[in-house]
């Protein structure tokens, strides 16, 4: 059973350039939450997708934008990007209305 | 904000029970208590998760008070690769929020 995967696995960006972050759900999960962990910190909320639309999102700029596909896979997309947006990019899946998520390896984003 | 507040750091000896302590007195009645860890350089795996009742797993058990104002992670027997920052998280139950994490403890397990 394949669990949460996520691609690539580290970027190089520099400040204003855009970037699209790639996740696989768990195999059987409808549901996929984006989650940002700066150094030193715990992951913070971005949002979650369900049924390919915008469910909830966390505290975070519209620079921050995201998309599901029919087989639940996602995307994260963040433009004009900021040192601050260097982190490590924390992709989890569930199935809708069940408690529990399940995360991913991450991609860790470095802005220069 | 989190919820929960979590001490920054704990010692285990190997092969003994760690209990990692979570306070959450503004917990609602209708908010589970998730946890979760993170390995270094890893995303955050899933342990266990209750309402009021004590919960147990291949992993670890879980004991809530009964007023549900604290509760407490038990690793029953404590291996090297239990090394990681525990969080402690309530939420919602129904799936459509986010999780809050805060800083967690960080559960050093020693030889």
Redo the contacts between chains.
Sequence with gaps: DAG?TQSPTHLIKTRGQQVTLRCSPKSGHD?V?W?QQALG????????YYEEEE??R?NFPDRFSGHQFPNYSSELNVNALLLGDSA?Y?C?S?????????????TRLLVL | DAKTTQPPSMDCAEGRAANLPCNHSTISGNEYVYWYRQIHSQGPQYIIHGLKNNETNEMASLIITEDRKSSTLILPHATLRDTAVYYCIVRVGGGADGLTFGKGTHLIIQP
């Design positions: 949460v549901t939450s989650y910190q715990g992951p913070q909320f971005i949002f979650q469910r909830q966390g490590l924390l989890a569930s199935l809708v209305d069940q408690e529990t998520q399940y995360f991913g390896p991450g």
